[in-house]
């Protein structure tokens, strides 16, 4: 059974740092386009990065410059560094994976077919 455990969530300031780790269970992630998802109370679930089983890295323009995805198959796991976060920045994060292998890149939820439980983030003015 495959299993995503996101977490490394909390409570910053404005302009602090955050690293999100999601750890997977199951399956190895090495050949299989990995992700960030975000989801802001009354809003949509929004694409925040995505690293290919290549380790190319894009991200929404929103976060580009402050966030950096990263991921270490040795270990079977995803990052992503937040800094100089923002109040905007509060959201509950999911890490996400297309496990059919049929994305080299996830940007949408569409694409996505395992997630995370979410962690949160919430970031202080």
């Known amino acids: 059974q495959v299993q995503l455990v996101d977490y490394g969530g909390g409570l910053v300031q404005a302009g602090g740092s955050l690293r999100l780790s999601c750890a997977a269970s199951g399956r190895t992630l090495s050949s299989y386009a990995m992700g960030w998802f975000r989801q802001a109370p009354g809003k949509e679930r929004e694409f925040v990065a995505t690293i290919t089983y290549g380790g190319s890295t894009y991200y929404a323009d929103s976060v580009k410059g402050r966030f950096t995805i990263s991921r270490d198959n040795a270990k079977n796991m995803v990052y992503l560094q937040m800094n100089s976060l923002k109040p905007e920045d509060t959201a509950v994060y999911y890490c996400?994976?297309?496990?059919?292998?049929?994305?080299?890149?996830?940007?949408?939820?569409?694409?996505?077919?395992?997630w995370g439980q979410g962690t949160q983030v919430t970031v202080s003015s």
């Open positions: 996400a994976a297309d496990l059919r292998g049929l994305r080299r890149r996830v940007t949408s939820p569409a694409d996505i077919n395992y």
